[in-house]
Every structure is written in C-alpha cells, then in structure tokens.
C-alpha cells in the first residue's frame, strides 16, 4: 500500500475512534480555556476594604449573612486571584479561612439563603481552580472547604430534586432545615440560588460525573460526623435539624440521601449543566424590553404619582420590545404586579456568578444553548444598567419600594457590572 494510502487509511480509523470515543466525554477538564481577566483594580481594591463576609442563621433578614446586599466582594476576590492578580491574595485566604471558622460557615439549607452562598461556593470554586491560592490553605482546611461545597451542594439538591417528596406531593416545599420560605419554581432570585448551586457543585467536584458521585454516596450520618468534628457549626445545625427539632418539618437524613440520588431536575441530569443553566436564564431573563409596568406609565399609587416605571429615558430605552429583559421587571407577587430593580438585580447577580464559575471551570460549552443565553443577557442587562443609570421607581408586594439609582451604596452593583462588562463579556467576544 503507497503512503498516501496508508495515511488516509490512518485518517479514517482516527475518524472512526473519535465518534466512539466522544459520547463518552461529558464536559472538558476542569481549568479556563481562555484567559479571563481581573476585574478592574479599584474594584479589586474596593473589595478588599469591604467587611468581611459571615453567615449564620440569627443575622436579622433571613438571609442568614450579614452582607445580603453587597456581598459579592469574595467573588471579585477569587476573580482577581485566578487571573493572576496576587493583590487580593491575602484578603482572599482571610475570608477564606474566616468562612472555614465555625459560626461564620454558610447555613446551606438549600432555600431563600442559596443565593447569597453562592457568593461562597464560588469563591472556593474559583479558589481551587487557583493552584497558588489552594495550595496555600493546610489538608484540614481543604477538607472543610470539601464538607461545605458538599453541604451546599447536597442540600440544594434536596431542595430543587424531582425526586423531592414535596415536589411530588405538591405541597408545601420545606428546606433542610425545615424552613418553608421557598419553592424551586419561584421567582429568578430562589431559583438562581438553589438550582444554581448545582451548577457550581458540578465545577468545584471535578465535572457531572464526580458530582453525581458525591451525591450517590452522601452518608448524612458520617456526613454530620465530619461537620462536627471539623467545627462547622452552622452547616452541622442545619444538617441535625430533624434531630435537635423532632416536630418539624425538616427532612430526616435518610431522606436526604434518598432524594439526592440518582439526581434529575425537571428531568435533566447533572450531565445536562448547560441546559440547566440555560432554563435558568430563559426564566431570569424571561421578559420583552419595556419602560416598566402598563406600557411604561407604571402602577397608580393613593397619592396620584405612579411606581413601577422608568423616571425618565424611555424614549431612548435601548432593545424596545426585544426578549431578554429581567423577569423581575415585569412579574408577580402576593400583592399583584411587581417591578423592581432590586428584585431584577438578585436574579442577575446570581445568573452571572453561576456563568462565571461555569467559564472560569472550563465548562461553558459554546453552541445555540450558550448563544441564546449570551443574546438574552445582553439585552437583559444593558436594559438594567440603563434603568439604575437613569432611575426607576419600584413597585412590589403592594405599594411603592423607593428609587432604584446605579449609584446606591447599599448594593454591590460596582462589582457585578464590572465583573459582566469587563470580565465575562469581554471573554466571550475574544
């Protein structure tokens, strides 16, 4: 056979291999397949002056952290570390081990309080994919670092399984720690929070398949041991709940392990991240460009003026009437129609550091999933950032919620607009 022969022969068999070999590949290895690069420094240097970060379920709010509204800083912290900027080092390892701290882990009860871990679970996410900054922390503290991704990540399991005998019975949904304030089908600012904690389970453990591994053979019982020993003692409260609190109606652990396994969300299995994420993002970004409520005139309130509307712009409102919008702009709640930019801004944050860790980790897969997501939150947030920079007047449970202005000292908005403008959009145009 000639050599030209040979070589095409060789060609064909690699051919034939590779199609055997590809389904078998569920998500590329864990590490960024393009550089991403550090947030701006001054937002770096303004996340390292920020207090630092702590849960515990007695914190006023039910938010179960004392920085529900500008929490974001360990995320921009690990950001900048895992691009190479050693200036957040040394703030980064602080909150780091301040978390692995008992009394200031997260509560992980997988419900309303998910969406501020999150600001957590990333940043050891992103820690761990920075070898400079893991290696730094002892074994032990890696090992707690381990017992509370587990927690987070087997308690929003729990809560948003198919599985879960709530869903099933369609009923009253309960935490693990009993607590009835969530539903895995409520509004962007639940669900980004729980379902999202998967997303990020599956990038710290290594990929679906390791993740689903952690989930079939959780052991609450040796789990809870573990938590104990370790002296994590908010993740240990919320995990003997059952037990310390007999009548309630949190889950005993047997039923924990039942629900985890063999893990399938709205029929989608750990190995489907990417349709999860995007599902989560069809609903977070879920509405048509508008001014606000009643095409733009907003709610009348008793006094004559009217809430739930842009103050002004509306005429130079950019993408009217393109899909993409925030949910949170245009939905509902016990009290009627709702439209805030705060509740607009939970869902966004949350979506974003979900997205981050996806593309920090390696397994953003592009295709017409990840282009339907990219199209819709472009639209979704220069619409948000157009309506903070000009003004809006919410409106939600009923009556009037005050302004919503870009420059509110009370939310952490300097750091995800920076993160999505000069960090993740910025990548994705590479």
Partial sequence: ??????????????????????????APAAGPRLALVSPPQAVVDLAIKMPLTRHNRNIKGGAHTNMGHQGEAPVILAGAALAGNTSADARLLEQMRYTLTGGNDITANGGYPAQHDRHITAMFTLAKLTPRIWNQLSEEERHK??????????????????NNPYV????????????????????????????????VGVVYFGGPDKAQAVLDGFNHAAFVTEVDKAGLSNIHETFTWKAAHPDSNAPAGS???????????????????????AYLTDDTYGKTVNCGLNNGQG???????????????????????????????????????????????????????????????????????????????????????YKLDH???????????GEGHAKADDAGFQFTRALWEQVVLPYHKA
């Fill in 168 to 199: 099933l019975a369609h009923t009253q949904q309960y935490a693990v720690d009993g607590d009835d304030n969530l539903n895995r089908d409520w509004n962007p600012n639940f669900r980004e929070g729980m379902v999202g904690g998967l997303l």
């Fill in 299 to 385: 709610v009348q309130l008793p006094d004559g003026t009217h809430a739930g509307m842009l103050l002004t712009g509306c005429d130079e409102l950019p993408n009217k009437g393109k899909p993409g919008m925030l949910k949170e702009f245009d939905s509902v709640d016990a009290g009627g129609p709702r439209s805030s930019t705060g509740y607009a801004y939970d869902g966004f944050r949350c979506n974003l550091v979900n997205h981050y860790v996806l593309v920090a980790g390696g397994y953003w897969q592009d295709g017409d999933l990840a282009r339907e997501c990219l199209a819709k939150m472009q639209v979704g947030s220069t619409d948000l950032w």
């Fill in 255 to 277: 039923a924990i392990e039942q629900v985890v396994r063999n893990f399938r969300y709205k029929t989608m299995s750990l190995q489907d991240y990417m349709k999860i994420y």
């Fill in 145 to 162: 670092a381990d017992l509370l991704m587990t927690a987070a990540f087997v308690s929003c399991a729990f809560t948003t399984s198919d």
């Fill in 1 to 26: 056979m000639k050599l030209h022969e040979l070589l095409g022969a060789a060609l064909v068999l690699l051919s034939f291999c590779t199609i055997l070999v590809m389904p078998l590949v569920a």
């Fill in 391 to 401: 003004g809006y007047s919410n409106y939600a449970k009923g009556h009037t919620q």
